[in-house]
Protein backbone atom coordinates (compact mmCIF):
# COMPACT_ATOMS: atom_id res chain seq x y z
CA UNK A 1 0.00 0.00 0.00
CA UNK A 2 1.13 3.38 -1.14
CA UNK A 3 0.36 6.71 0.28
CA UNK A 4 -1.76 8.61 -1.99
CA UNK A 5 -1.67 11.94 -3.34
CA UNK A 6 -4.12 13.26 -0.89
CA UNK A 7 -2.52 11.59 2.05
CA UNK A 8 0.71 13.92 0.63
CA UNK A 9 -0.81 16.92 0.29
CA UNK A 10 -2.33 16.92 3.70
CA UNK A 11 1.42 16.45 5.01
CA UNK A 12 3.01 19.37 2.77
CA UNK A 13 -0.56 21.20 4.06
CA UNK A 14 -0.03 20.91 7.84
CA UNK A 15 3.63 21.79 7.89
CA UNK A 16 3.80 24.38 5.18
CA UNK A 17 4.49 27.19 7.90
CA UNK A 18 8.10 25.29 7.97
CA UNK A 19 9.23 26.79 4.61
CA UNK A 20 10.20 25.20 1.83
CA UNK A 21 10.12 21.06 2.00
CA UNK A 22 11.13 18.49 -0.01
CA UNK A 23 10.32 14.52 0.16
CA UNK A 24 11.43 11.46 -1.00
CA UNK A 25 8.95 8.36 -1.87
CA UNK A 26 10.45 5.59 0.44
CA UNK A 27 9.04 2.13 0.95
CA UNK A 28 5.60 2.76 0.27
CA UNK A 29 5.70 5.93 2.39
CA UNK A 30 7.47 9.43 2.33
CA UNK A 31 10.24 10.94 3.99
CA UNK A 32 9.83 14.78 4.81
CA UNK A 33 12.80 17.09 5.02
CA UNK A 34 12.93 20.34 5.64
CA UNK A 35 17.25 22.17 4.13
CA UNK A 36 17.88 18.46 3.66
CA UNK A 37 17.19 17.52 7.30
CA UNK A 38 14.39 14.43 7.68
CA UNK A 39 12.07 15.73 10.32
CA UNK A 40 8.63 13.82 9.61
CA UNK A 41 7.80 10.31 7.61
CA UNK A 42 4.13 9.44 6.03
CA UNK A 43 4.07 5.89 6.59
CA UNK A 44 2.22 3.58 3.20
CA UNK A 45 -0.54 3.26 6.27
CA UNK A 46 -1.16 7.16 6.03
CA UNK A 47 0.18 7.64 9.84
CA UNK A 48 2.61 10.83 10.65
CA UNK A 49 5.57 10.17 12.51
CA UNK A 50 8.06 13.09 13.99
CA UNK A 51 11.85 12.01 14.03
CA UNK A 52 12.72 12.63 17.85
CA UNK A 53 16.68 12.63 19.04
CA UNK A 54 18.34 14.00 22.18
CA UNK A 55 15.91 15.81 24.52
CA UNK A 56 12.50 15.53 22.13
CA UNK A 57 12.86 11.42 22.49
CA UNK A 58 11.79 11.99 26.48
CA UNK A 59 9.60 15.06 25.95
CA UNK A 60 7.54 12.85 23.23
CA UNK A 61 7.18 9.81 25.93
CA UNK A 62 6.05 12.59 28.33
CA UNK A 63 3.77 13.51 25.95
CA UNK A 64 2.55 9.76 25.58
CA UNK A 65 3.04 9.59 21.79
CA UNK A 66 3.17 6.12 20.39
CA UNK A 67 7.38 5.42 19.21
CA UNK A 68 7.27 3.28 15.49
CA UNK A 69 8.38 0.03 16.65
CA UNK A 70 8.74 -3.67 14.85
CA UNK A 71 9.59 -6.84 15.65
CA UNK A 72 12.75 -7.87 13.25
CA UNK A 73 12.60 -11.25 11.80
CA UNK A 74 13.69 -13.18 14.92
CA UNK A 75 10.87 -11.47 17.03
CA UNK A 76 13.05 -8.97 18.64
CA UNK A 77 11.52 -5.22 19.05
CA UNK A 78 13.27 -2.36 17.20
CA UNK A 79 12.42 1.37 18.51
CA UNK A 80 12.52 3.69 15.55
CA UNK A 81 13.21 7.13 16.50
CA UNK A 82 10.03 8.12 15.19
CA UNK A 83 6.70 9.20 17.36
CA UNK A 84 3.24 9.06 15.98
CA UNK A 85 1.96 12.73 15.55
CA UNK A 86 -0.89 13.75 18.49
CA UNK A 87 -4.38 13.78 16.38
CA UNK A 88 -4.61 16.80 17.69
CA UNK A 89 -1.82 17.62 15.75
CA UNK A 90 -3.15 16.00 12.55
CA UNK A 91 -5.60 19.15 12.13
CA UNK A 92 -3.93 21.76 13.32
CA UNK A 93 -1.35 23.14 11.74
CA UNK A 94 -0.30 25.48 14.29
CA UNK A 95 0.28 22.38 16.78
CA UNK A 96 2.11 20.17 14.12
CA UNK A 97 4.23 22.92 13.42
CA UNK A 98 5.43 23.95 16.83
CA UNK A 99 6.08 20.39 17.40
CA UNK A 100 8.20 19.75 14.34
CA UNK A 101 10.50 22.72 14.90
CA UNK A 102 10.76 21.33 18.42
CA UNK A 103 11.73 18.44 16.86
CA UNK A 104 14.08 20.07 14.47
CA UNK A 105 15.84 22.01 17.02
CA UNK A 106 17.19 18.55 18.12
CA UNK A 107 18.34 17.01 14.84
Known sequence: MAVSREEIEHALDLFAD???LTTRK???GLSIYRDGVIFAILMSDGRLLLKGQGDMQARFDAM?????AYARKDGSPTN???WH??????????EAVDLARQ????L
Open 18 to 20: LGP
Open 26 to 28: MFG
Open 64 to 68: GLERW
Open 80 to 82: MPY
Open 85 to 94: LPDSALDDSE
Open 103 to 106: ALEH
